[in-house]
């Protein structure tokens, strides 16, 4: 089945690290994203991992990847006030014939940084 | 900016009508995939068009339908509105078709009266 589930909330203290995590359950996703919603906007692409990689850093973000357990994390640095959004992951399911051009997400997890 | 536009960016309708958003692509990118969004919940996806033709659909109703155009813009439509048709609708370009990274527009805000 595709199914993607993330908690729903976390609150942090300016300048601490906040880490979100995710677990998907289709293992023939190849790669896993996650994207970040201001309210009001569309979703902006923040970062993505190959589904052969374990880690991926970007600047602040850092991407955790657990295939055996389909466990996906961001972890983001220094979390500013400006960081404060909701953030969805998500993954891209093949079907027999190879993918199939959607992603499916989670319902997102609202970032609160408290200054 | 990703360079996708979407209009209109809110509409209201009622019950029963019909309705027609627009998406323009990044340029160079030759795929639109369409998504809905519910309050407070992730985007579902609704179809994806790759060079004019539709290349996946999820689990939504015939009377959602899209078309692309040789410039890869694409419209979604909708038709007998539900109130339950009430989201925001957001597309993405891509250049492949498939699950190539994906970059969103700004949204339609679509209110079902």
């Known amino acids: 089945g595709e199914d993607v589930e993330q908690s729903l909330f976390l609150s942090v203290r300016e300048g601490d690290s906040s880490v979100i995590n995710c677990t998907y359950t289709d293992s023939s996703s190849t790669y896993l994203y996650w994207y970040k919603q201001e309210p009001g906007a569309g979703l902006q692409l923040l970062t993505y991992i190959f589904s052969n990689m374990d880690m991926k850093q970007d600047q602040r973000l850092t991407v955790l990847l657990n295939k055996k357990d389909k466990h996906l994390s961001l972890r983001i640095a220094d979390t500013q006030t400006g960081d404060s959004a909701i953030y969805f992951c998500?993954?891209?399911?093949?079907?027999?014939?190879?993918?199939?051009?959607?992603?499916?997400f989670g319902q997102g997890t609202t970032l609160q940084v408290k200054p | 900016e990703t360079g996708v536009t979407q209009s209109p960016t809110h509409l209201i309708k009622t019950r029963g009508q019909q309705v027609t958003l627009r998406c323009s692509s990044q340029s160079g990118h030759n795929t639109v995939s369409w998504y809905q969004q519910a309050l407070g919940q992730g985007p579902q996806f609704i179809f994806q068009?790759?060079?004019?033709?539709?290349?996946g659909r999820g689990n939504f109703p015939p009377r959602f339908s899209g078309l692309q155009f040789p410039n890869y813009s694409s419209e979604l439509n909708v038709n007998a509105l539900e109130l339950d048709d009430s989201a925001l609708y957001l597309c993405a370009s891509s250049l492949g078709g498939g699950a190539e990274t994906q970059y969103f527009g700004p949204g339609t805000r679509l209110l079902v009266l």
């Open positions: 998500a993954e891209s399911p093949l079907d027999g014939s190879g993918n199939t051009g959607k992603l499916i």
């Open positions: 068009y790759y060079r004019e033709e539709e290349n």
